[in-house]
Every structure is written in C-alpha cells, then in structure tokens.
C-alpha cells in the first residue's frame, strides 16, 4: 500500500512537471500535442526540380487533408526538408542544410497548405529540453515490384518486406533517429497516403522516398493553385530583377509580367491591370 501510495504520487507528479502538460496548458507553439507531424525525404540523388515537384504532391496532400472531418487527419503539419547533399551542387560554395525559405516565401506557401520548416521544430523541441528528435515510425515507400510484369497498375499500398536494407539517411542529422522502420509497396497518389496515416497513431511520421507517390492529377486547379503559392523569396526576386534590368532589358512593366504581391489575388490582379489599361 505504501508503495503504491508513493507510486501514485510520483506519477501524479510527474504528470504535473511533464512538459507536454505545461506546454499544452500554456498553449505554446509546436511541437503541441493535438498536431501530427509529416516529414519526407525525396530519393537522394535527385535534384531541385523533382523535389520542387515532389513538394506539389505533398503541398496537395496536406491541403485536402487540412480539410478532412477526422481531427487525426486534419491535424497533420508538413515539415519540409533541408536541402543538403544535393549531388549537383558544390558545398564548398554552398552551405548545407539550407531551409526552404532560402529559395521560397514561406508565408506563401503556408497559405496553400500547413508547412513548416525543420529548425522551427527542432526550436521547439529544444524549448521543450529534448536534445533529439525520435521519430514514432519511418515509412520507406518502394514500387511494388511485380507492377511492371503483370501491368497492374491498380491503386494499392501494402506494408511489405523491404527490397533493399531499410535505412533512412534522417537528412544528415546525427539527432534524428526513429525504432520503428517499415516498407511500404505503393502505388497511386500521394493523397491515397492518408490512408497509410489512419492506420497508425503514430505523431511524428517521416516517408522515405515520396517521389513513389504521384501526381493527384497534374495539371488539376488544385495542382495550380499548389504551384503558384511557390513564390520565390523576395532577396532571390530582387536578385532576378535586377539581373533581367541589367543583361535582358527586361522589366514588369515592359514585359506586362505583374504578379499580385498574393498569389491569391493574382486573377483580380490581372484584372486590375487590364482595367487599368484600358482607362
Ligand atoms: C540537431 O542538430 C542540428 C544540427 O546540428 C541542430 O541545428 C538542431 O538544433 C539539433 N536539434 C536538437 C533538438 O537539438
């Protein structure tokens, strides 16, 4: 009885240090309790392009999934990797680990789909006192090996035996590890993913080569709309203008290449322009 009795106390205390409990009283920032956190990683060797392409597929992914009934669907936050190791180009001139608002505007991006960058999440874990990221499960996604063969090429996912020794490289990070390794065969669109996510109670999920997972359908509004909110950052668009000044003669006004500061109102922008034109 005594035991328990001291049991029960610590564990009473326990909980009342832990600092999930303060952080969710308190309501701090993420890392918080009520969110799922997504992280992906695209096939090392592949270059800026696919991986922009891939952030289509997932941008379009979290957008439908912010608009999900189901709260483990809706609370789920895209943690975007940092461009390190990139085999195209030279670390000598370029650092590693560069965050994503080094080429893009985050808030645009934040206003097609809940994103975040990898140092915002470390912050908080670090306000936290945790000195390591553990990541609840890591899912590897790999073809289904027999789809070329048999020509089916039905929408599926299995969690299967790994092709090759499942490893994940954790963007380089030494502090990032996880127990929980799988294989996932897949076919179809990365939207059929979420699927895979209401399977698990898993909170923090990393996939490993997400360019398995395709299009919802390129070229779709949606698909557009996803596109168009990866405005490049302001430092690289001054760069740029300055550069098509300079070498091309070029310029918004000569060029009639406007876009609305928000590519949200690029339309009545346009608009406006044309109005404005014909006055
Ligand atoms: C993990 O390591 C990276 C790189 O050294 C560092 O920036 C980050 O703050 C570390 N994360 C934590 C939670 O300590």
């Known amino acids: 009885m005594f035991y328990l009795l001291i049991y029960i106390v610590f564990i009473t205390h326990h909980k009342s240090v832990s600092c999930e409990e303060v952080c969710y009283k308190d309501s701090c920032s993420d890392p918080d309790v009520e969110s799922r956190y997504l992280f992906y990683d695209v096939n090392p060797p592949e270059g800026f392009n696919l991986r922009r392409d891939v952030y289509i597929r997932m941008a379009v992914l979290m957008h439908k999934l912010k608009k999900s009934r189901d709260p483990a669907l809706n609370s789920f936050k895209l943690v975007l990797p940092t461009w390190s190791h990139l085999v195209h180009w030279s670390y000598s001139e370029v650092p590693e680990f560069l965050p994503w608002s080094t080429f893009f505007d985050m808030p645009s991006l934040q206003k097609f789909a809940p994103v975040m960058e990898l140092h915002e999440y470390f912050t908080s874990l670090k306000r936290n006192k945790y000195t390591k990221l553990l990541l609840d499960r890591v899912y590897i996604l790999q073809h289904f090996e027999d789809m070329f063969e048999t020509g089916n090429f039905e929408e599926k996912w299995k969690v299967e035996k790994c092709q090759k020794a499942p490893k994940s490289r954790y963007f380089y990070y030494s502090n990032i590890t996880s127990n929980n390794v799988k294989c996932i065969s897949f076919h179809g669109p990365a939207t059929k993913l979420s699927e895979v996510f209401k399977k698990t109670n898993a909170r923090t999920i990393l996939l490993e080569h997400t360019e398995v997972a395709l299009h919802d359908h390129f070229g779709s509004k949606i698909y557009w709309e996803a596109r168009r909110s990866m405005r490049f950052n302001f430092n690289l668009r ?41 006055e």
């Not at 003669?249 to 009639?256: H, W």
Request: hydrophobic share 40%; glycine share 0%; net charge negative.
């Open 238 to 278: 001054e760069i740029a203008n300055q550069f098509r000044e300079t070498y091309l003669n070029s310029n918004d006004v000569n060029d009639n290449t406007f876009l609305a500061p928000d590519w949200l109102n690029d339309k009545v922008f346009i608009k406006q322009i044309v109005f404005d034109l014909r």
